[in-house]
């Protein structure tokens, strides 16, 4: 079983949409819940990160850590067609760097 | 301020053949890191370096793979030889501190293994 689980896409929305976007995970020594957004042919950037249970807000993004589901969740406001891109969860342990990643939800945001 | 650079973004290379992979950082940044992303699946880690030593290389596949990072800057990841499972895109990434520190990624080198 992977230690993180993502459901890949592709998830097409029309502009303005909610966009809600998922991760389980199995191991509970993850404290640490980043997401990034990767553009084709860019790397990764990172968008938000959380450490704790609760929610957390940047503009149109807001970051949703369950730590007794083990579900994180990134949900996006008014979607754009900018927003179009492969959204990852990554995840760390306390004292360790090494992120363990999700696949990606690729999304594609209709204009 | 320049991001993490890689070189080359794509390389194309014939089974049994040697590969190296290179990365800049961004300037100051001690730690750095190696991931790979073999298609269909997720991005896995493989190495981090802090300046020149390496902290943990508990993802790197087998010993055909080897990385440096020679003065604690840029950083190579050689392949010797490739195999057809070696194909991926391989990124690097940075980070300023230990602890909880963004990790800044490179557009990532495809290496097509044929």
């Known amino acids: 079983q992977k230690e993180v689980e993502q459901d890949p896409g592709p998830l097409s929305v029309p502009e303005g949409a909610i966009v809600s976007l998922n991760c389980t995970y199995s191991?509970?020594?993850?404290?640490?819940f980043m997401w990034y957004r990767q553009y084709s042919r860019k790397g990764p950037e990172l968008l938000m990160y959380?450490?704790?249970?609760g929610n957390k807000e940047d503009g149109r993004f807001t970051a949703q850590v369950d730590k007794s589901s083990k579900y994180i969740s990134l949900f996006i406001r008014d979607s754009q067609p900018s927003d179009s891109a492969t959204y990852l969860c990554?995840?760390?342990?306390?004292?360790?760097?090494?992120?363990?990643f999700g696949t990606g939800t690729r999304l594609k945001v209709l204009a | 301020e320049a991001g993490v650079t890689q070189f080359p973004s794509h390389s194309v290379i014939e089974k049994g053949q040697t590969v190296t992979l290179r990365c800049d950082p961004i300037?100051?940044?001690?730690?750095l890191y190696w991931y790979r992303r073999v298609m269909g699946k997720e991005i896995k880690f493989l190495l981090h370096?802090?300046?020149?030593?390496?902290?943990?290389e508990s993802g790197m596949p087998n010993n055909r793979f080897l990385a440096e990072r020679t003065g604690g800057t840029y950083s190579t990841l050689k392949v010797q030889p490739a195999e057809l499972e070696d194909s991926g895109v391989y990124f690097c990434?940075?980070?300023?501190?230990?602890?909880?520190?963004?990790?800044?990624f490179g557009p990532g080198t495809r290496l097509t293994v044929t």
């Open positions: 990434a940075s980070s300023q501190d230990l602890g909880l520190s963004e990790q800044y």
């Open positions: 191991n509970s020594a993850f404290q640490y």
């Open positions: 959380t450490y704790s249970s």
């Open positions: 990554a995840m760390l342990t306390s004292g360790t760097y090494k992120y363990i």
């Open positions: 300037s100051g940044h001690d730690n």
């Open positions: 370096f802090v300046k020149e030593s390496k902290q943990d």
